[in-house]
C-alpha cells in the first residue's frame, strides 16, 4: 500500500485524494503572483492542503475562501493561517458543493472574484467544467494541472487531446500557459511534470450563439462517439432525422461527412444557432 507518507506535523500524505504539496516559498509567491489576485479581489482556492499557497494568495487579496476536503488538514490549516484575518477555511467536496451559493454566502454578489488552486490531479475535468459553469462571474482561473491536460486546454483542430474540454475553455476564457513546473518541485512528487495554466474570462464568449445548452449539448455530442461522422453524432444527441442534421451541417459551409475534431470553435457556434434554429422553428 503506498496510499500514506508522513512528513512534518504528523501528517500523512495521502496519494488517493492528489495531495502533492508545494513546499518551495519562491515558487508560490511566484504562482500567486502569476493568479493576477490584488487586493481588492475575493479568492476562492480549492484544496489548500497545509495552506503553503493560501498565504501568499492572502497577502494579496482582500478575502480568502479556500475549501479543503480532507478533515485531518483543517486543524493544521487554523494554525498555519492564524495571522490571516481574511482568510477561511472551509472543511467540504468541491464536486459535492454548490460553488455559486458557497461564493455567494462568503463574497456577496458583486465581489470582484478570482479562483487560485493546486489541484488534485484525479478531478482536473470536472473541477474545471464545474468552476467554469457555477462561476461565471471569475475573472480568471489560475491552476496547476497536468502538462499533459495544459497542451489539451491549448489544443486546437485535429490534434490530439481536441475535445469538449479544450472548447468549452477557449470558448469562455483565453487560456495561457503561465509557467511549466517540474514534478520534482512537489511533495511526495507526482509521476508527471505540471503546468500552472491561467484562464481568463472573456467580456463575453468568443463566438456569440443562439443557446449556450444548445452549444454544451452539441460540443459533448459531436465528441461522444469518436470514429463516427459529425452527423452520425448529431442524430444521437438532437431529435433530427439524417437529412436534417446533414442540411444543417452543410449550411455551416461544412463537408457532409466532416468529423467534430475538424470543427474551429467558431465552426461549432455557426453549426450550433442553424440547429438551435431547425429545431425551434418546428
Ligand atoms: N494547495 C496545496 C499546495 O499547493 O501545496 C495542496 C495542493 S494538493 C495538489 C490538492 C489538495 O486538494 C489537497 O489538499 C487535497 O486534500 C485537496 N482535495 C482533494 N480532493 C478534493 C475535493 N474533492 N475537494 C476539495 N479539496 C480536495
Redesign the pocket.
Known sequence: MKQKRQTHSGFHH?HS??????EDEELLEQLAALSLVSEEDCVL??????G???KPLAKRANRIVS????HT?IPLLSVTLEHFDNATVIQ????KTNLTELVHEHFGDTASLRVA?????Y?TTDVLTKLLRELPQAKSIAV?IQKEVGDKLLSVPKEDGYGPLAIVCQYYCDVRRALDVPAACFTPPPKVDSSFMVLTRRESPAYPVISEANFHKLIKGAFAMRRKTLVNNLISCFPLDRNEATQAIEASGLAAQVRAEELSIEQFCTLCNHLTSMISTR
Open positions: 495521502k485524494l492528489g495531495q502533492n504539496f508545494i482556492e480549492i484544496g489548500p492542503g497545509l503553503a499557497l493560501t475549501l479543503e476536503i480532507d488538514l467540504g467536496d468541491v464536486m488552486a493546486n489541484l488534485p490531479y478531478i496547476m
